[in-house]
């Protein structure tokens, strides 16, 4: 086993810590999105998203940002793309993973909370009795739980 300077160990839990983008449903792989989303002209990708979820990120790519709304696979981020990247015909899945901090969340920490739950569609939040959620299988990553929630607890990742 090799042995990592102190710089170098800390070097490596920064980098896999770098922030990586969850991309719009309907997307054909990470490869495209790099390689032809920086050459198009005006996004509309982002400007057709009727929830105003996608946003152009400074390497000019397409990413979800859920802090006001969540995806509802209207499919007009797919039918707007000129380059092909994303297709109706690809998979609608968001390719996220959402939990809730237990640390920050309300509902976890004996107060009555359950605005993730409210405006989940998919069911996706469980509750034990009036405390304790949990996100199910069920979960989409639609992303309409993480803007809602009063503390920020609810937290997307990159799958």
């Known amino acids: 086993m090799a042995n990592l300077s102190r710089r170098g160990m800390l070097a490596s839990l920064a980098f896999s810590r770098k922030h990586q983008a ?3 449903p309907y997307g054909g792989g990470e490869a495209l999105f790099h390689q032809e989303c920086p050459t198009c002209i005006d996004a509309p990708c982002g400007t057709v998203c009727e929830e105003g979820i996608i946003r152009i990120n400074e390497e000019k ?4 940002s859920f802090d006001a709304s969540g995806c509802t696979w209207c499919k ?3 039918i707007a793309c000129p380059k092909g990247v994303l297709e ?3 998979s609608p899945k968001i390719h996220a993973r959402i939990s809730i901090d237990t640390a920050t969340c309300l509902a976890w920490n004996s107060v009555i909370c359950s605005t ?3 405006v989940c ?3 996706a939040i469980d509750f034990f009795g009036l405390t304790r959620p949990v996100v199910t299988q069920a979960c989409t990553a639609c992303g309409f739980c993480v803007g809602v929630c009063p503390v920020d607890a609810v937290i997307r990742r990159s799958e």
């Open 22 to 24: 969850i991309r719009p």
């Open 61 to 64: 790519t397409p990413e979800l």
């Open 76 to 78: 007009a981020c797919a």
């Open 88 to 90: 109706v015909e690809n």
């Open 116 to 118: 993730c739950k409210d």
């Open 121 to 123: 569609n998919d069911k």
